[in-house]
Each structure stands twice: as C-alpha cells, then as structure tokens.
C-alpha cells in the first residue's frame, strides 16, 4: 500500500466521507498505519470515536482490491452497508441471507472480474467458516485481491469479553492460513486481558497497538437508588425531560433533537416502563426481540428520526446505531459487568456534548442476577477448569464488580479506567461523587440502611430518608423526600399541566386531603407491586442462593429460608455487638458492614441448605448455626475471617483508617470513635465486676425470655449481654452439682443397675470406643458459647463416667450413612435398655445447656431433670425402631431455638415433627 502524507490522508477523508478532519490523532494514525500495510493492527476505541473510520478509508483507497470486514451481526453489516453506499456512495456489500440471488451473483461477479469495484465486503464469521466463502477467499487471494481483513467487535474472539462467539474463535486458524494478509482487529475499549486474547486468538504477530484513553469527558455518571425514589417514574420523566431539554428548539432538524435510550434487563420491564412514561405524557417506544421485524424498524427509525424521544429497549439494541444526540442513557436495571456499562452508556453524547449516563440500582434486581448467572454456574457441571465453568464463574465475578462499584463512594468514572487499565481520570465534576461526595455517602448510608430493614421484614422511615436529594436532577425537582411536593411547587410546565397548578389554587386543607390521598396512591401502588413480586418470583427476588432449587426439599418454601436467613443475620449483628463490648477493638470495626453480615449469613444457609435432605433438619441445622452464632461470647470466626467486599479500601495501617474516617465522615468522627471505644472499655469492665450475678428464673419461659429481649433489642440497638462467667477449673462444687443432677435423673428414669464384674469389665474394654463415639457430640457441642475449655470436658468425662457403668456400648457404633450414632437394637427386644441410651445421650447433652447457665434458676436442677425427662421420654414414646443420636440431640438444640423464639413456654410443648 501506499504511504500519504497528512495532506493527502484529510484530502481523501473529505472526498469519500465528507469529514474536515479525523477525530483523533489515534483515528489519523492509525489509518496511516494501516496503509503503510506493514503490520497487523489492534485498534481499541470507545464507541463512537469513528472506529470504522479507520479500516473504511483504507479499503477505499486500495486500488482493484476488496477488504474483507468480519462483523457478528447482519443488523450491524446493514447499518454499515446504508452507509456506505447510499451517504458516502462507497461500493460495499455482502453476501449474505439479506440479499437476493440476483444481487449475490451480481457481487460475486464483481469480485471475480479484473477491475473490481466493490472495496468492502462484510461476511459474518459464520459465513467465513462455510466452503463457499472459503473457496472465494482463496481464488481473490491468488489474484492479489484481497486488502485486508478486519474483524470488527473483536472482543467477541476473547473468551472473556462480554459477546463471546465461538466462530470468532475459528478465525484465529484461518488467519494463520494467509500470513501475509494483514488484519486488524477493532474493538471498543477492552480490559487488557480481553486485548491479550484477542492479539492471541488472532495469531497476530508484533502488532501495532491503538488505544484510545477510555475517559468521555463529556459523560456525567450517576446513580440513583431505587428505594430512595418516591415514585419511580414521576422522578424518571422529569429527570428525562431535563436533559432532553433543548435550547433551540426551532432551529433543530428533528432527526437532531436531543434523545433518550432507557436499557432495562427484561423484555417485560422495557414495555412497563415506557408505557408508564407515555402515560406521564413523554414520547416513548419499547424495543425489543418480541416485537414483529416491522414494528422494529418503526420504532428505530422513529427514535433516530426525532418523532419518538425516548427508546426503552434491552441491551441488544444500539449496537452499531449511530446517533450523535443521544442526550441520557439511563439504565433502569444494573448492567452485567463494566464492560458492558461502558459500552452501553458509551452511546451517550457521542457529538461531544455533555450527556448523561445514569444508572437506577436496587438489590432486588442484584438478586436475580447474581441467581441466574448462579445457575449458569451450577450448570457447568463439577470441571473447575472447563472454559464454560471458567467463563460462568467469571460472569459472576464481573458482576460483583458492578454491584461493589454501586455501592460505593468512588469517583464514576475510575470503575472504568481501573477497569480498562488506563491512568485515572480528570473528572471535574463530571459524576455524582466527585461533584458532592458528601451527599452521596449519604445516599449510600440510607440506601443500605433501607434495604437492611426491609429485608430484615421491617422498614424504618430514617431521616435519611428525609434528605434532599435536588442535586439529583442538577438543580432540577427534588425527588420527593425533602418534601412531598416539591414535584408540584417547581415552574416546570409539563408536570403543572397535570396537577401542580391546582395543587397552588387548593386551599391548605385541599391539599392536605389531596396530598394524603396521592401517598396513599403511591403506597398502594408499592404495595401492589411487592405483593405481585411475593407471589410470582419469590424466588427470583429472594437472597438466598440456590432459591429456585428449594422445593426439592419438601416442604421448604423460600420465605422459611429467607425468614432463618434473616435470623442468622441478627444473630451475627448481635455477635457483633456483644463481642465488641466486651472485648472493644483498638480500632472500631465499622468495615463490616450489614451486607457483610448478609454475603457471610447467606453462604452459611447455603451450607445448611445444601447439606440436608429433609425440611425437619434444615430447621434444626439452621436453628444450632444460629443459636451458636447469637451466643458466642467472642466474634465469631465468620465475621473475624471474612473479608469485606465493598470496603477493602478501609484495610491499611491505623494512619490510612483513620484518614478514610475521616474523609468519608467528617473530622469529628474520630473523637467520637475513640469515646466510644473508651466508654466500652469501662463498660466491659464493669460487666466483670458484676459476672457473678445469678439469675432469678426458674421458669423455662422466663428463661428463653432473655433470648427473645435480645432479638427485640435488635433494632433498639440495646445488645443484651450474657455474662462471660469463667468457670473455675477446680470448682469441685460445680462438678459435684452437675455429677448429682445425673445421678439423680438416672435414677428417675431408669431403674438403678447393678453392677457386677462382667459389666464392669466390658465397660473397661470398651469405654474408649464410647467416649470415640460421643466425641461427635463433643465437637458439636464446643459450639456452644461460653464454655470453657477442659471445664467442659472434665465434666462431661465425670458424667460419661457414671453413664458408662450403664450403658452397654456394644449397641453404640458409627453410622456409616451419617456418621451419626445409632442404637441399631429393636426398641422391642430392649426398651429399658434403649431408654438408658436414650437418657444418657439426652442428659448428656443437655449437660452442656445447664452447663453453660441455659438452664438457670432457684430450682435449675428441677428444670434440668424434668427437660431431660421430658425428652427422653418424646424418642422413647416415638418408639422408633432405630434412634439416632444425631436426631436426640438436633432435637434438643431446636427445642432450645424454638422456646428462645417463644415457639415453646412449657414443657407441654415439646413435641416431635
Ligand atoms: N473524522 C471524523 N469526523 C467526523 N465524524 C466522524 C469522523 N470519523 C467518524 N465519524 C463519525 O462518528 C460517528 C461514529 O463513528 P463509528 O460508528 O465508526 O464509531 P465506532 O467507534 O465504530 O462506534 P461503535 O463502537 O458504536 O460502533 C459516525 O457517525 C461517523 O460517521
């Protein structure tokens, strides 16, 4: 190919695309390079930074050759083909589906004479893997008439771009083919990772690299929190018609009126939301794959010709549509990944002028994404290594990018240079946080605040809630939440013709009754829409995972999940708590956040989840993690190792901790903290002095009360501390207590054995193998808070002692199946021996419970006895042939659950499912 100089290249540029000049430098540079012809070339730029500009000029200017134009999707190839051929009067074509035989033979007749006039030729990858195309490509390749070949939307050859398409795959072979045909690859900006792929994939050798800076300058990023929003679509239109709003209305042609695209995830969501906005009066058209071919092309050219101002599509739309005035790019659910929001909200402002690019987030939608792309996953099968469970696996990962970047306080535009690995941005104001970082944090604060009540089945109006959010709408209507109807004392005409204008005639009291009839409109509406959610997709918006999968267990439904889940929760908020009061961190935790404490709940009812088969152990399962974790006196290994997702940036030294405080919250805020912890610290010291305080409950209900205060303490934010009481290792009386409680209740509930040599023999022999056996328990049972090492077991060998004069351990082995102990002797042959074996792993569970003060009172011992009846007597009555000791003591943990949730009040209660 032939060298030009500046001159001669803008010359070109003006005769066959009418442009005075290139838009960039990289733009010039690299069509200079692509002509020099030397080298194979990677071209990444956003998009609408004339991309196609690049390989377009060069094909053109190549005399009697055709360059060949890769491109994933014949919409795409006919957008390009209109303008090539009709704007520019550029001979392109293609040869696919879209055109007729006559014309196909036409082409191919063009391509195979001696003077070829057609310059570009577009083919999908498909179309370059069939045999036809192949036998083509060979015969113009002997000719010398091939320019080059350029793949355009080349991130779809990487695995990890988001249009991944294995025939682009294929392409990679092909090329190494024909060495010496020069390609170029074109992409929009790409994560340097997809870039490696894509010069990988294609077998380019050395090539020459053009990368635009991803920044759009003249793009302002924010995001709005659903569940701050008043009313959805009232906020929604005023905040269109502010940026669509056109100085000179009179002089604009109409295919230049400034424009929206609204993105939703959902078919559904796209026809909902524009309905609802054409209702509100603003020109507005769905567009989506459900529509027939014709009412597309309507709605598309009625968008790009000015007659509609808003398009509500999915995703799929506005590839390779090219509008210069798109003014607002919203997107009304949260993109997949970065990349894809880039690209998306990329097709703002593309004529240079301030645009927007605002994203709607709420966790409801975060929740049935990460459930799909959950399911994805689980359906690639148990290959780790295979591309499609590498590829799910990295969905979900990108997709947790996106949700961690909402929430979050860091500049809008970073999530893209750090994502695109370019140096960070000069924002100047050009998104909500760097404009007022103060009013977001604020925002965030009440967002997660919401979303943590609502989810905890509560929703607590905060004065957050109550904040103005005008910067919002850039001087614009306030959201609602400053005051309920700002949306009508604001001179925006549109919304005046509707109600604001009788709203200012309407006497005080008219308005009152006015005003309490909307909200409740508005509150109804809300509720309409919860209510539809609850029945039809429980599931989908529930946070538990696997949520689809739950009726597999009978009789599960996802709210008991999401209801356990929810206890889990407050059981790690109150662990939390009380640890830090007694034990106060030198630096205040605040790093764990309450969607910490969800991610950390959410996967260990997953475990729960996944690791029964039946309802009645789930509950159990869930009903121990939960009391265990509510009662652990220290933080709990979960929340100590788990590492916070959206706040990695508070790790560092005291210094970098302190300087984030105080960024995010303002000077005082350190002041306060150390108070705090100083005030905790006495506080802590006080509860030692006091550690000795028996209580006076001699009830069970009076008991599990206690339990109960403390999950309604939960929002009151009162923690309820149970005493850390150290229990004296050489206590003899404690030991002595708890030997004579058992005796005592063995003496009840059996009749005394008398030992003679044989028994007391065998009892010797095999006295390890049963304290093996009941080291299963041992280990459930160091779960339970507030037990002291060696105290415990010192206890428990006193009592396996005296239970191993009675018991026959023959009769006691490890189940296989589940590992639990099981008395395999038919109740029939030996009731009375069964029912020892029944009381002792009965009372030596219970043990562990009166141990550890659950069982407390003037007459804890009485309690304890009638409990330990009580129970003994549900498996014995039950009369099942086979009891497991895993069952007794499942069992004996839920009644604990269930009597703390007041499930239980007396011992009449107790009873087995
Ligand atoms: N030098 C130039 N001067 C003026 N306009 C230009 C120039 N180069 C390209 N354009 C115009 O810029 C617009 C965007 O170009 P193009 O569609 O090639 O961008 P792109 O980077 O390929 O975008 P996408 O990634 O969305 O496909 C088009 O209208 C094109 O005609």
Redesign the pocket.
């Known amino acids: 190919m032939s060298e030009y100089t500046d001159e001669e290249l803008s010359k070109e540029?003006k005769k066959y695309?009418k442009?005075?000049?290139?838009?960039s430098d990289i733009?010039k540079n690299a069509i200079k390079s692509i002509l020099s012809g030397q080298k194979d070339t990677y071209i990444s730029?956003?998009?609408?930074?004339?991309?196609?500009?690049c390989y377009q000029l060069p094909a053109v200017l190549q005399e009697n050759k055709v360059s060949i134009v890769i491109s994933p999707l014949i919409a795409l190839i006919k957008n390009q083909l209109d303008?090539l051929n009709q704007k520019c009067k550029i001979p392109a074509s293609t040869i696919n589906s879209t055109i007729s035989s006559k014309e196909r033979d036409k082409v191919l007749g063009d391509l195979k004479t001696k003077t070829t006039h057609i310059k570009l030729l577009y083919v999908t990858p498909e179309q370059v893997a069939s045999n036809s195309f192949q036998e083509l490509f060979k015969l113009l390749f002997k000719f010398h008439k091939i320019g080059f070949v350029a793949v355009d939307e080349a991130h779809c050859v990487s695995m990890w771009g988001h249009d991944f398409r294995k025939d682009y795959l294929k392409l990679g072979e092909w090329r190494s083919a024909y060495p010496s045909i020069q390609f170029i690859a074109?992409t929009?900006t790409a994560p340097v990772l997809v870039r490696k792929d894509i010069i990988a994939n294609l077998n380019f050798q050395n090539p020459a690299i053009f990368q635009v800076p991803c920044f759009r300058k003249n793009l302002y990023y924010d995001i709005v929190y659903k569940n701050l929003m008043r009313d959805d679509f009232i906020e929604l239109k005023c905040y269109i018609q502010k940026c669509l709003e056109n100085p000179e209305p009179n002089t604009t042609k109409s295919s230049e009126k400034p424009c929206a695209i609204i993105y939703c995830r959902k078919k559904e969501s796209t026809e909902s939301v524009a309905l609802s906005l054409r209702k509100l009066g603003l020109s507005c058209e769905a567009f989506h794959s459900g529509l027939k071919k014709s009412d597309k092309e309507k709605v598309q050219d009625d968008w790009m010709n000015g007659k509609v101002l808003v398009i509500v599509a999915t995703v799929a739309f506005g590839?390779?549509i090219?509008h210069?005035h798109v003014r607002l790019v919203v997107h009304w659910d949260i993109s997949q990944n970065i990349a894809a929001y880039y690209?998306e909200s990329?097709?703002a402002g593309?004529d240079g002028k301030k645009s927007f690019c605002r994203l709607y987030y709420d966790r409801d939608e975060v929740r049935s994404i990460t459930f799909l792309l959950n399911q994805d996953l689980n359906k690639c099968g148990k290959d780790t290594k295979s591309e499609k469970y590498q590829r799910a696996k990295n969905a979900l990962k990108e997709f947790e990018k996106m949700v961690e970047h909402c929430e979050n306080v860091i500049c809008r535009h970073i999530l893209f240079t750090k994502y695109f690995g370019d140096p960070p941005p000069k924002c100047d104001s050009m998104c909500d946080v760097c404009k007022d970082k103060k009013s977001c944090q604020k925002r965030l604060d009440s967002f997660l605040q919401i979303s943590a009540s609502a989810s905890m089945g509560t929703r607590i109006r905060t004065a957050a809630e109550e904040a103005d959010f005008t910067d919002l709408y850039e001087g614009g209507r306030s959201s609602g939440h400053k005051g309920k109807f700002d949306y009508y004392d604001n001179d925006d005409d549109s919304y005046d013709n509707d109600y604001g204008s009788s709203f200012r005639k309407a006497s005080e009291k008219e308005r009152k009754e006015e005003r309490s009839f909307i909200d409740k409109q508005f509150a109804l509406r809300k509720m309409n829409a919860a209510a539809a959610m609850k029945m039809n997709e429980t599931a989908s918006i529930s946070r538990v995972k696997s949520a689809n999968a739950t009726e597999s267990k009978v009789g599960l439904t996802v709210v008991t999940r999401e209801n356990y889940l929810s206890l889990l929760i407050s059981a790690l908020k109150s662990n939390m708590e009380k640890s830090a009061l007694l034990d106060p961190p030198d630096i205040p935790t605040i790093a764990i956040t309450y969607k910490d404490l969800e991610d950390i709940a959410i996967d260990l009812e997953l475990k729960c989840f996944d690791s029964c088969k039946a309802v009645s152990i789930y509950r159990r399962n869930m009903a121990k993690e939960t009391f265990a974790i509510k009662n652990e006196a220290r933080l709990h290994s979960l929340i100590k190792n788990h590492i916070p997702k959206k706040h990695k940036f508070h790790g560092g030294d005291y210094k970098t901790i302190v300087e984030d405080l105080k960024n995010r919250y303002g000077e005082d805020v350190i002041e306060e903290l150390e108070n705090e912890v100083e005030q905790k610290k006495l506080k802590k010291e006080k509860l030692q002095q006091k550690n000795n305080d028996t209580k006076n409950q001699s009830k069970i209900s009076s008991f599990f009360k206690k339990e109960i205060k403390g999950v309604e303490d939960f929002d009151s934010k009162k923690t309820d501390i149970i005493e850390n009481e150290e229990i004296d290792k050489s206590d003899i009386s404690q030991l002595k207590l708890m030997k004579s409680v058992l005796e005592d209740e063995l003496r009840q509930i059996q009749p005394e054995k008398e030992p003679n040599e044989e028994n007391m023999n065998q009892d010797e022999e095999q006295s390890s193998k049963k304290r093996k056996a009941d080291g299963e328990i041992e280990k459930k049972l160091q779960k339970i808070p507030r037990i002291e090492e060696g105290n415990l077991f010192k206890t428990a060998n006193e009592l396996l002692k005296i239970e191993s004069n009675r018991i026959e351990p023959e009769n006691v082995s490890f189940s296989s199946s589940s590992s639990s102990i099981v008395i395999s002797e038919p109740v029939s042959e030996n009731r009375s021996r069964n029912k020892k074996k029944i009381s002792s792993i009965v009372v030596n569970t219970l043990n562990q419970f009166y141990h550890d003060k659950r069982i407390q009172g003037n007459d804890s011992k009485a309690l304890f006895k009638a409990i330990a009846r009580k129970v003994t007597h549900i498996f014995y009555d039950s009369n099942p042939d086979v009891v497991s000791k895993k069952d007794i003591t499942d069992y004996i943990y839920e009644v604990f659950y269930q009597a703390r949730e007041g499930i239980i009040t007396k011992l009449e209660d107790f009873k087995i499912d």
């Open positions: 540029l695309f442009h005075n000049t290139f838009k733009q730029m956003p998009t609408g930074s004339g991309k196609s500009l303008f074109l929009a590839m390779g090219d210069q690209q990329g097709r593309r």
